[in-house]
């Protein structure tokens, strides 16, 4: 019991993590990117690579991160000639296209296998201290990261942010670079994610191209939809409800005796009951955004 509170909290953590880098670009800015996972593919495989050469673990974290930046900038690029709908699209697509990538060269990524055998900086601890340290780690990053999330939220960028998702035209004949704007975002989120993604690979001990799977990404937009987008305390809500909902599900397959299958498909649709309300009743989010109003 005790080891699986502790896993669902450091899960929980990473997934937070990934949500604040999505938050910056669908909160903030009002873009939709539906391959946000494939920057946490890239911190996860930028670490396992160089876990697997021998080199640092602080050069896969920093190769991990300027990859996820550098596939943000190219994607906020694509998006100049290209409406937000379809973006989005294209996002997906590139996605879909590293993980492709992923699956398909053997000598990089280890193919379909993935990478195995990584071994995180406190394996060196006994049980359980070694899940009490990582998880401290990540929940020191989480609290870190929301923090600076908020701020640069409430802040002279995070308001240029919102102006250009409400008012585009407004914010452009303010004086405001719109492609510049998205550019940063897009980046600043993908540099979050990819740090997650270096902490699931540890976690995990393994990274593979089940990792950016497009569900993945849905999951993190599911947990934006229900705690709220452009609040950094919405997203919080949004993790650990969806969180709660994947750990319950076990407890009460103990209980009723169910099959494996059945909790599979339960999972799914208490998450999906959670976000049919929120959007019926609460349509934006149980913890909504706060915008200043001109007097």
């Known amino acids: ?17 990934m949500a604040l880098g999505l938050n910056l670009q669908a909160g903030y800015a009002g873009l939709l990117n539906f391959g946000h996972i494939a920057f946490a593919g890239l911190g996860a495989y930028a670490t396992g690579i160089a876990l697997q050469a021998g080199w640092s673990p602080v050069v896969g974290i920093a ?5 996820a930046m550098l596939l943000g900038w190219c994607m906020a690029r694509l998006g100049r000639q290209l409406g ?4 989005g699209i ?4 590139i996605a879909e296209i590293l993980r492709t990538v992923a699956v398909n060269e053997d000598w990089l990524t280890g193919g379909a296998n ?3 055998g990584l071994t995180s900086p406190f394996d060196g601890l006994a049980r359980p201290w070694n899940a009490l340290a990582f998880l401290a780690v990540v929940m020191l990053a989480v609290a870190v990261f929301a923090l600076l999330c908020r701020r640069l939220g409430n802040g002279r960028f995070g308001r240029a942010l919102r102006l250009m998702r409400e008012e585009p035209q407004l914010a452009a004949c303010m004086g405001y670079d719109l492609r510049a704007l998205k550019t940063r975002s897009v980046m600043a989120g993908a540099a979050l994610t990819a740090l997650a993604g270096t902490f699931y690979a540890y976690y995990m001990s393994f990274v593979g191209p089940d990792y950016m799977l497009a569900s993945e990404t849905f999951l993190l937009w599911t947990m934006l939809m229900i ?20 750990v319950l599900v076990p407890f009460a397959k103990d209980h009723l005796q169910f099959s494996s299958d059945l909790a599979g498909a339960l999972r799914l ?6 976000l049919l309300a929120c959007l019926l009743w609460r349509s934006e989010g149980l913890v909504p955004e706060r915008l200043r109003k001109i007097a």
Do not use: C, E, P, R
Request: charged content about 5%; aromatic content about 12%.
């Open 1 to 17: 019991m005790f080891d699986f509170l502790i896993s669902s909290l450091t899960v929980a953590g990473i997934y937070a993590l």
């Open 63 to 67: 190769a991990g991160v300027l990859a």
């Open 84 to 87: 937000s709908d379809y973006w």
């Open 90 to 93: 294209a996002t997906l697509a």
């Open 114 to 116: 993935g990478i195995s």
């Open 227 to 246: 705690g709220g987008l452009g609040n950094t305390a919405g997203v919080l809500v949004g993790v650990v409800l969806v969180q709660a909902a994947y």
């Open 269 to 274: 649709g208490l998450v999906g009951f959670i």
